[in-house]
């Protein structure tokens, strides 16, 4: 029987040791990993931030970047302190989609732009909530 021993997301970007560079410094995180192809290009690479993992690599090789709007993934990320988060990525090249705010259901949180054109929900819980009472407060 097969387990699954882990699941990451891999942004792929149109200069991925920029983004790496991003990445690492707005979200207070390390580049554990970083390999290249013999054209230089980054072919796989880890950020670490706190408990969260995620891969990043150049685009190409049939893996196409996000172009205009586009938005191939959502990055959804828990943190403590949405505000000190926010305030990070915003001073590191982000820009704000729709702006950090309490919504009803437990969460304050907002929808961030990083330079790559990936999109990241900022998220803070701030109420511990019942699945029935989130239900009835969004609904």
């Known amino acids: 029987m097969s387990h ?5 997301p891999r942004l792929v970007v149109d200069g991925a040791d920029a983004a790496l560079d ?3 410094r707005a979200l207070d995180g390390s580049v554990t990993e970083r390999f290249t192809g013999p054209d230089g290009r980054v072919v796989h690479s880890v950020v670490e931030a706190g408990p969260a993992r ?4 150049d685009a190409g090789d049939g893996d196409p970047a996000p172009t205009g709007d586009g938005v191939p993934v959502i990055m959804s990320l828990d943190v403590s302190d949405a505000d000190a988060v926010a305030e990070r990525m915003l001073g590191a090249g982000a820009t704000v989609i729709f702006p950090l705010a309490d919504h009803g259901y437990g969460q304050y949180a907002g929808r961030l732009r990083d330079p790559y054109g990936h999109q990241w929900l900022i998220s803070q819980r701030v109420e511990e909530l019942t699945p029935e009472q989130i239900q009835e407060r969004v609904g």
Do not use: D, G, M, P
């Not at 995620?54 to 690599?57: I, S």
């Open 4 to 8: 699954i021993t882990a699941l990451y």
């Open 22 to 24: 991003f990445y690492a």
């Open 54 to 57: 995620f891969a990043v690599k």
